[in-house]
Structure formats: structure tokens, C-alpha cells
């Protein structure tokens, strides 16, 4: 099974990272076939919105880094993404990369009506917010960023397979009980 991770932190050790991270090595320990990617690290022009997209299927923009991560999407069975709640969404960067990719994740009948490309395949969604359990859910945080992924990916035909959120994180970093979620959130697939 090959399985992509992509890390929509900027944060190289920071609570989405750290599971992250550990669910890599739980991925590689059960024999998958992981790739890490880190929003943060790709070189990524904004989408101008151009939509030449739709019909042709190739982004008219220079090669960068959202080809080489959506050919790794289209070649996985699994993708994990995570990513910490700015402002009740995702991060910026990570925004960015899938703006750009939305041709090769979500395709468009005669009628204007979405079609996924990317049917059968599952993921799982992290996300972690410095507001404090149960609030970011109920006042739309980490539940804001997890919203997010979920229209993206499951539009795109992508089951989710698990949701992993941790609220407080300011004070409260990842627990190891959270950890144990995102080991078995893989043994899950």
C-alpha cells in the first residue's frame, strides 16, 4: 500500500508534525510504502485562476512542486494530511498546493457537475488548535480545518477513513493517548 503524507505545518516540531510523524513510522513499520511531504518546504505558485485547467487537465503554470505532489496522489492509495487551524481553516501554503491541484483531484462533467478522480481511495485528516477542548470544535477550529479537508478530499472521491483532532495544544501538547489514536487510525486501513 503506498501512502502520502502531507504536512500542512510550517512547524517542524510542532503537534501536527510530531503526529505526523509517528503515524509514518507506523505506516513504514506495517510494510506501506510512505511519502512525506511538508507544505511548508514545496515551492508552489498560486493558482491564477485561470481555469484552462478544467478542459485541458494540465496547469498552464511553470512546473513546481504541486505536480511532483499530485503525481505522488494519484500514485497513492492512502493520504494522511495534517494540518493546524489558522483562523478556522488550514494553513495558507497548504491552501495554495491544492488550489493548484484541483484539476488532477476533482474532474468536471459536460454539465458542469464534479466528478471525483480519485474514487476508492481513503485518507485520514489530523488537526490541532491552541483552543481548548470542546471549544475548538464547537466554535469551529481544529472542526474548521477538518471541514475544510474533508470538502476537498472527499469531493475528490476520497473516503476518510479517520479524524484526529487535539484541542488546548498551547497548554496541552499532543499526549501520548492522542499518539496511540494516530497509530491506530493506520492499523485501521
Same mark, same amino acid.
Given at each position: 500500500m503506498k501512502v502520502l503524507i502531507i504536512n500542512g *505545518? !510550517? @512547524?517542524? &516540531? $510542532?503537534? =501536527? *508534525?510530531r503526529m505526523l510523524h509517528v503515524m509514518e513510522e507506523e505506516a513504514v513499520s506495517c510494510g506501506f510504502e510512505v511519502a512525506f511531504l511538508s507544505a511548508a518546504d514545496l515551492s508552489v505558485i498560486p493558482c491564477k485562476g485561470c481555469m484552462v485547467c478544467r478542459k485541458s +487537465?494540465?496547469?498552464?503554470?511553470p512546473e513546481d512542486d504541486a505536480q511532483r505532489t499530485? @503525481?505522488?496522489?494519484?500514485?497513492?492509495?492512502?493520504? =494522511?494530511?495534517?494540518?493546524?487551524?489558522?483562523?478556522?481553516?488550514? !494553513? $495558507?501554503? +497548504?491552501k495554495?498546493? /491544492?488550489d493548484r491541484i484541483v484539476y488532477g483531484m476533482m474532474?468536471?462533467?459536460? &454539465?458542469?457537475i464534479? @466528478?471525483?478522480l480519485h474514487k476508492g481511495?481513503? *485518507?485520514?485528516?489530523? *488537526?490541532? &488548535?491552541?483552543?481548548? /477542548?470542546? /471549544?475548538? =470544535?464547537? /466554535?469551529?477550529? &481544529?472542526?474548521?480545518?477538518?471541514k475544510a479537508l474533508k470538502e476537498i478530499l472527499k469531493w475528490s472521491g476520497f473516503k476518510i477513513s479517520a479524524v484526529i483532532q487535539q484541542?488546548?495544544? @498551547?497548554?496541552?501538547p499532543v499526549s501520548e493517548r492522542k499518539l496511540k489514536s494516530c497509530r491506530k487510525a493506520i492499523h485501521r486501513l
Amino acid at each position: 500500500m503506498k501512502v502520502l503524507i502531507i504536512n500542512g *505545518s !510550517p @512547524r517542524k &516540531s $510542532g503537534n =501536527i *508534525s510530531r503526529m505526523l510523524h509517528v503515524m509514518e513510522e507506523e505506516a513504514v513499520s506495517c510494510g506501506f510504502e510512505v511519502a512525506f511531504l511538508s507544505a511548508a518546504d514545496l515551492s508552489v505558485i498560486p493558482c491564477k485562476g485561470c481555469m484552462v485547467c478544467r478542459k485541458s +487537465l494540465k496547469c498552464v503554470l511553470p512546473e513546481d512542486d504541486a505536480q511532483r505532489t499530485l @503525481r505522488l496522489m494519484t500514485e497513492c492509495d492512502v493520504v =494522511i494530511v495534517g494540518a493546524p487551524c489558522y483562523w478556522g481553516n488550514i !494553513p $495558507g501554503q +497548504l491552501k495554495i498546493l /491544492f488550489d493548484r491541484i484541483v484539476y488532477g483531484m476533482m474532474g468536471e462533467g459536460t &454539465s458542469g457537475i464534479p @466528478r471525483p478522480l480519485h474514487k476508492g481511495k481513503k *485518507s485520514i485528516l489530523v *488537526s490541532t &488548535s491552541t483552543t481548548p /477542548f470542546p /471549544f475548538n =470544535i464547537l /466554535f469551529n477550529q &481544529s472542526q474548521g480545518a477538518i471541514k475544510a479537508l474533508k470538502e476537498i478530499l472527499k469531493w475528490s472521491g476520497f473516503k476518510i477513513s479517520a479524524v484526529i483532532q487535539q484541542g488546548g495544544t @498551547r497548554k496541552h501538547p499532543v499526549s501520548e493517548r492522542k499518539l496511540k489514536s494516530c497509530r491506530k487510525a493506520i492499523h485501521r486501513l
